[in-house]
């Protein structure tokens, strides 16, 4: 049990930084104390001077997103046979895909997708310009590999082993699955350094150097490829061609080479869009530095990142865990910024709109779609255990979508747990540390007495394996957002229903 104890609220630290908790406009924050703005926030304020409230995208109309998904639906008139769907490409398509796999270096690249970006509104053909609004975003990953690799070397030898591990792979798949030049091109593209007008691009020396480039660099990408998207009418689906991707010599025989691109497909590209700008606006709401430097110390309790030889090890407790959280050189990771207050609140926003797409898509993916199998996305898939999908959906979108507090039940006891998720957006915590238990265990050993013969027992004294384990918690900070806590044995039964409910995948990833 302590492991999950564990894992639902010190993983809901960790999570909540890089993605999991949102937030509405800043109201009342009763549980906080805001003070004067760090250090760290100053540079970075400095660095990333955008403000959330001007961050803005297309409102949604949830009614006129399932009509236009169910006359796309009407329209489509695929053709019967797939290799057909070459007439479908527009010349200037074909023209631009034959550039893209003659390309042989980054740089050439970059100018590529700069050209894109800089003709798009030129374009007139729509598979031409659903083409180039997928891949221009790329252009704010360029040289990341590179990029990261100073941070990463300076605050942990073992995340930067596991970072040049995942850039091998990276370059050996490309080398295996996509041999050409221009996939070859692209990996340099994500791992080599480049230069701006002669200046090298900078590498990242802190955490908030990270925030900077998602804030500067990959938030104005997402939102221009955000409203480009939902400009384009896909009603009448747009062919694409496999080879885009898979290379010039791939696809020989025809078969699957080409697909079709509609609504749907759409939809749920704005869905996962608007999921990664929540997330990127809640990372950017609290204070990250140190927190590589936290990963490390929490992996030298396990005795991973150090040389040393583990002697003695008595296991590793939440206690331990817990410790090196709450140590001072970690004081501001986890802290709300000053300026978070907003940028919760376009988190919360940008979540929403995720969740609303999804559902409307899900919800026009029960009707059948001629030639579905050379879409995409083959709806007909998703027929496949429906109504335990359709549960996880009506789970999730009922809580992110809510205002007040909803209930949760657990499907195998019965129990309910109440969640107030939109307080965790309207009075986001000051210091996600607040999560973390504030008491232990603190009997190493337990003595029962265990029979020996009939009528006589004996003392036998053994391990305590909840050694360390939580028994207390700031259950009146707990109950903000988890109103039902009012003593710290509820735990438990949350723990129980949000580990047995229906959905429980969906709450706790979306």
Partial sequence: MERKKAFFFITLFSLVLSREVFAEKEKSHSNKVV?????????????????????????????????????????????????????????????????????????????FIKKLDTNYDSYTATDVKYFAATIIPALSTRGLLYRLRNLFSIESKFVHSQMITYAKALALQADIFFPYQNSKAFVDFVAAPYYNNGVKVAEFNKEYDVQVWLVNEVVPQLIKQINRLTKLNLKTAV??????????????????????????????????????????????????????????????????DTLKFVTGSDGVSVKNIVDVLKKSDFINVGKLYTDGGPWMAKALEASR?????????????????????????????????????????????????????????????????????????TNPPADLKSFLPI????????????????????????????????????????????????????????????????????????
């Fill in 35 to 111: 003070t004067s703005a760090s250090k760290d926030e100053k540079i970075l304020l400095e660095k990333a001077p955008f403000v959330a409230e001007n961050l803005e995208t297309p409102a949604i109309d949830e009614e006129t997103l399932n009509a236009t998904l169910i006359e796309a639906d009407k329209k489509r008139k695929p053709a019967n046979n797939n290799e057909s769907y070459a007439e479908l490409l527009s010349p200037t398509l074909s023209a631009l895909i034959t550039e893209y796999h003659n390309i042989k270096t980054s740089d050439e690249l970059a100018d």
């Fill in 239 to 304: 062919a694409w061609d496999q080879r885009a991707v898979f290379g010039p010599n791939s696809f020989a025989d025809g078969i699957r080479r080409f697909t079709l691109v509609g609504e749907f497909e759409k939809t749920l590209q704005l869905a996962s869009i608007h999921g990664a700008l929540a997330s990127i606006y809640a990372s950017r709401a609290y204070g990250v530095n140190g927190s590589i430097r936290l990963s490390k110390e929490i992996g030298m309790v396990f005795g991973v």
């Fill in 353 to 425: 709109s995720s969740i609303t797409y999804v559902k409307s898509a899900w919800n026009q993916s029960k009707n059948s779609r001629e030639n579905n199998e050379d879409f995409l996305i083959n709806t007909g898939l998703f027929n496949v255990n429906r109504e335990t999908v359709r549960k996880n959906i009506d789970i999730v979108s009922r809580v992110i979508l809510s205002s007040g507090t909803e209930s949760l039940r657990s499907s195998v006891s019965g129990e309910v747990a109440s969640i107030n998720y939109s307080a965790f957006f």
């Fill in 439 to 510: 008491d232990f265990d603190k009997s190493e050993t337990v003595t029962k007495p265990m029979r020996t013969i009939a009528g006589q027992t004996s003392n036998e004294t053994y391990r305590n394996y909840l050694f360390g384990a939580p028994t207390k918690w700031n259950t009146g900070f707990l109950a903000t957002y988890y109103p039902g806590i009012q003593k710290d044995t509820d735990i438990n039964k949350y723990l129980r229903v949000f580990g047995q409910m229906a959905g429980t995948w969906v709450a706790f990833t979306n």
